[in-house]
């Protein structure tokens, strides 16, 4: 199978009866917070309109609503619920996975939810712990960490070190020495499972660099045992992005386990097992894309795990984040060719380069909806490169220059992913709570962009 063609927009829908957002159905009934109400948009109880108006587009627009939501619905499905503050948690451990977006007011937000952080980096770890995470429930993840990354993890207290390698274990056992410090690390094993999702987005496949192979692990923790600056404390897996299933978690969970079994023979006995983030969410309606609810998938895995004393980790970033978000973008112009229509809007590649990076699909629906008739268009941004787009060959009513457009699921790898190419300042963040909003983050400025260069 191609993974691409389950990417690549070829269906039509129509746009009423709209729904995104699968982590926002509860009780059996669908709840969103982006919705019309009559030809309105709103986010919660604000109109998108005057969201463009007072901040400008590009914009990024959050809810709170969803966002505490969805980070609860991690704690009650894993137990992260219970943990709050720098306690020690009793049950599981819902850490947040920063990279997917790391802003800070909504880091302090998932914070004062108990959540902890997932890291990939020192500046990661930074954001976290400014934000009121915990170090304790902080797991640091990556295949490159430097040694000064490393010093300054070890520094903090982190929870452990999800290592990628054995040149890296032999680092942290270096590096903690030079601190006088014993480094907490889980091996992040590769369980080799197709998450069948996009390939730049899947991990734990033997083809990528992420992980060690389940049949190292045996000798890599016989090593790490002996090391005088290292405590081996648990296990990690990670096996891709926008999952939607919950068959490839399994299988992956069940390989695991059976390694610990071994471990154990060996008289390896681990404290944690952290199980990685990855449940994808609905990007479009109609039918296939249906991922699961945290509870869904608390409930597959949890009873594996049960009686064998384990402290459960998880690590959610899209599913969390990623329909709480939208991008606001203002149409500039429109082109015709002989061959396409463009709708060429404020927002580009550099906003949110998903649909670039990975060919991947955003709803996109109008913020005042029209009575046009829906023309086939591609939505591109005022990038200079021919990549450059929202969408392509899209079917939407006919849209104007000055009307402003919403991108919908744009929480999750957008603004974090964003850049300043084609000297573009970045766009401005705004957090909805209820009938209120503010700015989380300034507009960029041209002056930000020559910020540093001497
Ligand atoms: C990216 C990443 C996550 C989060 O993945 P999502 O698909 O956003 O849930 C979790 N753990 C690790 C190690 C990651 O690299």
Same mark, same amino acid.
């Given at each position: 199978?191609?993974?691409?063609?389950?990417?690549?927009?070829?269906?039509?829908?129509?746009?009423?009866?709209?729904?995104?957002?699968?982590?926002?159905?509860?009780?059996?009934?669908?709840?969103?917070?982006?919705?019309?109400?009559?030809?309105?948009?709103?986010?919660?109880?604000?109109?998108?309109?005057?969201?463009?108006?007072?901040?400008?587009?590009?914009?990024?627009?959050?809810?709170?609503?969803?966002?505490?939501?969805?980070?609860?619905?991690?704690?009650?499905?894993?137990?992260?619920?219970?943990?709050?503050?720098?306690?020690?948690?009793?049950?599981?451990?819902?850490?947040?996975?920063?990279?997917? +977006?790391?802003?800070?007011?909504?880091?302090?937000?998932?914070?004062?939810?108990?959540?902890?952080?997932?890291?990939?980096?020192?500046?990661?770890?930074?954001?976290?712990?400014?934000?009121?995470?915990?170090?304790?429930?902080?797991?640091?993840?990556?295949?490159?960490?430097?040694?000064?990354?490393?010093?300054?993890?070890?520094?903090?207290?982190?929870?452990?070190?999800?290592?990628?390698?054995?040149?890296?274990?032999?680092?942290?056992?270096?590096?903690?020495?030079?601190?006088?410090?014993?480094?907490?690390?889980?091996?992040?094993? +590769?369980?080799?499972?197709?998450?069948?999702?996009?390939?730049?987005?899947?991990?734990?496949?033997?083809?990528?660099?992420?992980?060690?192979?389940?049949?190292?692990?045996?000798?890599?923790?016989?090593?790490?045992?002996?090391?005088?600056?290292?405590?081996?404390?648990?296990?990690?897996?990670?096996?891709?992005?926008?999952?939607?299933?919950?068959?490839?978690?399994?299988?992956?969970?069940?390989?695991?386990?059976?390694?610990?079994?071994?471990?154990?023979?060996?008289?390896?006995?681990?404290?944690?097992?952290?199980?990685?983030?990855?449940?994808?969410?609905?990007?479009?309606?109609?039918?296939?894309?249906?991922?699961?609810?945290?509870?869904?998938?608390?409930?597959?895995?949890?009873?594996?795990?049960?009686?064998?004393?384990?402290?459960?980790?998880?690590?959610?970033?899209?599913?969390?984040?990623?329909?709480?978000?939208?991008?606001?973008?203002?149409?500039?112009?429109?082109?015709?060719?002989?061959?396409?229509?463009?709708?060429?809007?404020?927002?580009?590649?550099?906003?949110?380069?998903?649909?670039?990076?990975?060919?991947?699909?955003?709803?996109?629906?109008?913020?005042?909806?029209?009575?046009?008739?829906?023309?086939?268009?591609?939505?591109?941004?005022?990038?200079?490169?021919?990549?450059?787009?929202?969408?392509?060959?899209?079917?939407?009513?006919?849209?104007?220059?000055?009307?402003?457009?919403?991108?919908?699921?744009?929480?999750?790898?957008?603004?974090?992913?964003?850049?300043?190419? +084609?000297?573009?300042?970045?766009?401005?963040?705004?957090?909805?709570?209820?009938?209120?909003?503010?700015?989380?983050?300034?507009?960029?400025?041209?002056?930000?962009?020559?910020?540093?260069?001497?």
């Amino acid at each position: 199978m191609n993974p691409h063609a389950r990417f690549e927009c070829r269906r039509l829908y129509p746009l009423i009866f709209f729904d995104f957002g699968v982590q926002t159905v509860l009780n059996k009934s669908i709840m969103h917070d982006f919705i019309y109400r009559g030809a309105d948009l709103y986010a919660e109880d604000v109109p998108l309109e005057e969201l463009g108006r007072e901040y400008g587009t590009p914009l990024y627009v959050y809810s709170k609503r969803t966002l505490v939501r969805h980070i609860r619905a991690y704690g009650d499905a894993f137990g992260g619920a219970q943990s709050h503050g720098d306690q020690p948690p009793t049950g599981g451990i819902v850490s947040f996975a920063l990279k997917a +977006n790391s802003n800070g007011a909504i880091l302090r937000l998932l914070a004062s939810e108990g959540a902890g952080a997932d890291i990939v980096s020192g500046g990661e770890l930074f954001r976290a712990l400014r934000a009121g995470i915990p170090a304790s429930k902080i797991v640091y993840a990556g295949v490159g960490k430097t040694a000064d990354e490393i010093a300054y993890a070890l520094k903090k207290n982190i929870l452990m070190f999800n290592v990628e390698s054995d040149e890296e274990l032999e680092k942290i056992n270096r590096v903690a020495g030079m601190t006088g410090r014993k480094a907490p690390v889980a091996l992040r094993v +590769n369980p080799d499972v197709d998450p069948l999702t996009h390939p730049y987005i899947s991990t734990g496949m033997k083809k990528y660099k992420f992980g060690m192979p389940m049949e190292d692990a045996l000798e890599f923790y016989m090593k790490a045992r002996r090391m005088e600056n290292i405590e081996v404390v648990g296990i990690h897996e990670h096996i891709g992005s926008q999952i939607t299933q919950v068959a490839p978690f399994r299988d992956a969970l069940e390989k695991v386990l059976a390694l610990m079994e071994r471990l154990r023979g060996s008289g390896i006995k681990l404290r944690y097992l952290d199980l990685g983030g990855g449940l994808g969410i609905r990007y479009r309606r109609g039918e296939g894309e249906k991922p699961p609810l945290p509870a869904a998938l608390a409930k597959s895995l949890l009873p594996l795990v049960k009686g064998r004393g384990l402290t459960v980790i998880v690590e959610p970033g899209r599913s969390v984040v990623g329909n709480a978000g939208v991008l606001l973008t203002r149409c500039l112009y429109r082109k015709k060719t002989s061959r396409k229509r463009f709708v060429i809007v404020d927002a580009g590649m550099n906003d949110l380069i998903r649909p670039s990076l990975y060919g991947a699909y955003h709803e996109i629906i109008p913020v005042r909806k029209s009575r046009r008739a829906a023309l086939k268009v591609d939505v591109v941004g005022p990038i200079c490169e021919s990549g450059d787009f929202l969408a392509t060959d899209r079917r939407m009513p006919a849209v104007m220059p000055g009307e402003l457009l919403c991108v919908l699921g744009a929480g999750a790898y957008g603004f974090s992913m964003s850049s300043n190419y +084609n000297s573009r300042p970045h766009p401005a963040e705004v957090m909805v709570d209820g009938g209120e909003h503010r700015l989380i983050r300034k507009r960029g400025t041209y002056r930000d962009l020559v910020r540093g260069e001497l």
